[in-house]
């Protein structure tokens, strides 16, 4: 990952057309993994799965709502980065609350349909991290859009180790790993983001005091 441009006062706000044509078609990518990744996820019985399937959902509510507030005022953009940053934290919770209850109740779920489910959303998601890599780089709005496409990128090779881990081992324990580190990388770019949006809403209350 780039690192940021911190040194740049001003940072791409996503205020183009071509950055919102990416967006959407993002948004449209997201949006269709989700409802293939979550069914899935349900008939392979695969906890992995259905937290990847989860992040596609949050990614489309999000993504939507940076592409409402592009132009406004940078304090808004703040905000809606932040309610990003906390929806993520609470996704990793929910997330690392059902994989242990899976340890506890779920059986061996289908490596076949996990891995050929999880190369479809890696295609998907190579596809988004493409449109949006030269964006990588910008204010806490947009910079959230990257971090989550990153994130799912990342999330589909997972849990294709782990299609491949349950596979060799007929055990569940891959796949709910993989599901647990999921839910730890949802958490530390929630950090990510919190951090990134409260510098900005600060930055917002100290040009209104001068």
Do not use: H
């Not at 937290?51 to 509510?61: P, R, T, Y």
């Not at 709502?65 to 406004?72: A, D, K, N, Y």
């Not at 881990?165 to 569940?172: E, F, H, K, L, P």
């Amino acid at each position: 990952m780039s690192g940021c441009s911190c040194g740049n006062d001003v940072k791409f706000d996503g205020a183009s057309a071509a950055y919102r044509r990416a967006l959407w078609a993002v948004i449209a990518i997201n949006a269709s993994m989700f409802v293939i990744e979550m069914g899935a996820g349900q008939i392979a019985g695969s906890q992995a799965l259905q937290a990847d399937a989860l992040d596609f959902l949050g990614d489309s509510v999000t993504y939507s709502m940076s592409l409402f507030v592009i132009g406004m005022p940078l304090v808004w953009r703040a905000r809606a980065a932040f309610i990003k940053g906390v929806s993520l934290a609470l996704m990793g919770l929910w997330v690392f609350g059902s994989t242990a209850y899976s340890v506890l109740v779920m059986g061996v779920p289908q490596a076949e349909i996990m891995g050929a489910v999880g190369m479809l959303a890696f295609a998907a998601n190579v596809a988004s991290v493409l449109l949006l890599l030269k964006y990588r780089d910008g204010d806490a709005n947009v910079r959230s859009v990257w971090l989550c496409s990153r994130n799912d990128a990342i999330g589909n090779v997972a849990v294709v180790l782990a299609a491949s881990g349950v596979w060799a081992t007929t055990s569940a324990w891959p796949d709910l790993i993989v599901a647990a580190i999921l839910a730890g990388l949802f958490l530390w770019s929630s950090a990510q983001i919190v951090r990134q949006a409260l510098t900005e809403l600060d930055t917002v209350a100290g040009a209104e005091k001068v």
